[in-house]
C-alpha cells in the first residue's frame, strides 16, 4: 500500500509571512496616537496573557536550564524581544513604512554572522556573495540619493537596523537553549521576560500610560495578527513544506510590506531604492537557498538560522 502524501502547506508560509508584512498597517498609525515603548508594553502583555496557561511549564523549563542559558534566555526576552520591538516601532516614527520591515530581511545574514561569532562556527568566503550585494542593497534603500548621506536619512534604518541584530542575537541564543527548551517554552518566556524589561523601558523614559479606546482594537491587532497568529502558522506550515519552496513563500513578507506602503501608507519609493529592496530581498532569498540545499552552508550548522522572518 503506498504511503499518504503529506499535504504540502507552502500557502500557510506564504499568508504568515505577508501577515508579518503587514506590520506597517497597524503599527505605523499607532505610533502617531501612542508612545513606541508604550505600544511595546501592550503587544507583550497581550501575547503574556494569552500565553498564561503555559506559564507554569515554562518557569520549570526555565529553572532546569543552566545558569549561562537562563542569561541567554534573558537576553532573549530583554533584547530581542523588549528592546528590538521598541527598536523597530520608533524607526516607523522617523520614515516611511517600507525600509523598517525590508531591512529584517538582513537577520539570517546577521545570524550566521553572530553564529561565527558567539558559537565559534567557521565562516566561509561564499558568505560574502550573499552579504555584499545586500549591504549594497541596503544602502541605496536607506538613502533615495545614494551619493549624498546625511544622519536625519539614516536614523530611520539604523533603528531598524539595530532592531534586526537584536533579533538576530535573539536567534542565536534560542538555539543555544534550544537542546532543552521546545519551541513553545521558549516563546512563552521570550514574552514573559520581554513584558517586565518593556515596562521598565516604558517608566526610565517617563511614557504616558494613557490608551484611548479608539486604540484597544489596533493594539489587540498588532498584537495577535502579525504578532502570535504569524508565529503559529508559519512553524505549522514550515513542518509540511520544502525548505526551497518555504524560502520562496517567504518573499510574500517584502511583498507584503511594500504593497503595504506604497498603496494604503502613502509611501514613495526613488528608483534606486526600489533597486535596493530588490537586492535585498534576492540576496537574502538566495542566501537560504543556499543554506537548506547545498552540501556545505556558509557557516556551519547554520540551516537552523536561516527561514525565520519574524524575527
Known amino acids: 500500500m503506498a504511503a499518504p502524501r503529506t499535504r504540502d502547506l507552502t500557502w500557510l508560509v506564504a499568508l504568515s509571512s505577508a501577515l508579518w508584512g503587514s506590520d506597517a498597517l497597524l503599527r505605523k498609525p499607532l505610533t502617531t496616537q501612542l508612545p513606541t515603548p508604550l505600544i511595546v508594553v501592550v503587544e507583550h502583555a497581550v501575547c503574556v496573557v494569552v500565553l498564561s496557561p503555559f506559564l507554569p511549564r515554562a518557569w520549570r523549563g526555565f529553572r532546569g536550564l543552566t545558569g549561562r ?58 558568505y560574502l556573495l550573499f552579504v555584499v550585494p545586500a549591504l549594497a542593497g541596503a544602502w541605496l534603500l536607506t538613502f533615495p540619493d545614494p551619493l549624498h548621506v546625511s544622519l536625519a536619512s539614516a536614523e530611520a534604518a539604523l533603528l531598524a537596523v539595530g532592531a534586526a541584530v537584536l533579533w538576530a542575537a535573539g536567534t542565536v541564543l534560542g538555539r543555544y537553549v534550544a537542546a532543552d527548551l521546545d519551541p513553545t517554552t521558549v516563546t512563552v518566556l ?122
Not at 85 to 110: E, N
Not at 206 to 214: D, F, K, N, V
Not at 231 to 236: G, P, S
Open 69 to 126: 542559558q537562563r542569561w541567554a534566555m534573558v537576553g532573549v526576552g530583554a533584547g530581542a524581544s523588549a528592546l528590538a520591538t521598541t527598536l523597530f516601532t520608533l524607526a516607523f516614527t522617523r520614515g516611511d513604512a517600507i525600509t523598517p520591515l525590508v531591512l529584517q530581511k538582513l537577520q539570517p545574514l546577521i545570524a550566521i554572522g553572530l553564529a561565527a561569532l558567539l558559537l565559534g562556527e567557521r565562516l566561509h568566503r561564499r
Open 190 to 311: 521570550r514574552y514573559a521576560i520581554g513584558l517586565p524589561t518593556a515596562v521598565v523601558i516604558a517608566l526610565a523614559t517617563g511614557t504616558s500610560w494613557r490608551i484611548a479606546a479608539g486604540d484597544v482594537p489596533s493594539l489587540l491587532g498588532l498584537a495577535l495578527i502579525p504578532g502570535l497568529l504569524a508565529l503559529l502558522l508559519y512553524y505549522r506550515g514550515l513542518r509540511r513544506t520544502a525548505a526551497a519552496r518555504a524560502t520562496l513563500a517567504e518573499l510574500a513578507f517584502p511583498t507584503t510590506a511594500a504593497l503595504v506602503g506604497v498603496f494604503v501608507l502613502g509611501d514613495r519609493f526613488a528608483p534606486s531604492q526600489w533597486l535596493g529592496v530588490l537586492l535585498v530581498v534576492l540576496a537574502v532569498t538566495a542566501l537560504g537557498v543556499h543554506e537548506r540545499t547545498a552540501p556545505a552552508p556558509a557557516v556551519a550548522g547554520t540551516r537552523l538560522l536561516t527561514g525565520d522572518v519574524s524575527g
